[in-house]
Nanobody, 115 residues
């Protein structure tokens, strides 16, 4: 399984971006697929997760601004990011797991929010 993330870029505060994660083997077999981010000097943190049943969970700092969704037929998970803030800057990674630990990571896509 390979995960490929795309959609990052440079945006001003208050702007929007949409990230896409495509799973070569599809997303249906995973417990959940999610987006994680890592800012310079900080630990990687969960941003949003979508479970196999469709339930979603968000990190406290993005609730109400970010929306995770999926298209099983397209083997894709998306992250719509609105009202972006400078503190949202970081490398965003797509991760998929079968159990407690992430089984597959995709390469990061950089998101930079300018003030």
């Amino acid at each position: 399984v390979q995960l490929q993330a795309s959609g990052g870029g440079l945006v001003q505060t208050g702007g929007s971006l949409r990230l896409s994660c495509i799973a070569s083997g599809g997303i249906g077999g995973f417990l959940d697929v999610g987006w994680y981010r890592q800012a310079p000097g900080k630990q990687r943190e969960m941003v949003a997760i979508i479970a196999s049943g469709g339930g979603t969970r968000y990190g406290d700092s993005v609730t109400g601004r970010f929306t995770i969704s999926r298209d099983i037929a397209k083997k894709a998970v998306y992250l719509q990011m609105n009202s972006l803030k400078p503190e949202d800057t970081g490398s965003y990674y797509c991760g998929a797991r079968y159990g407690a630990d992430i089984a597959y990571w995709g390469p990061g896509t950089q998101v930079t929010v300018s003030s």
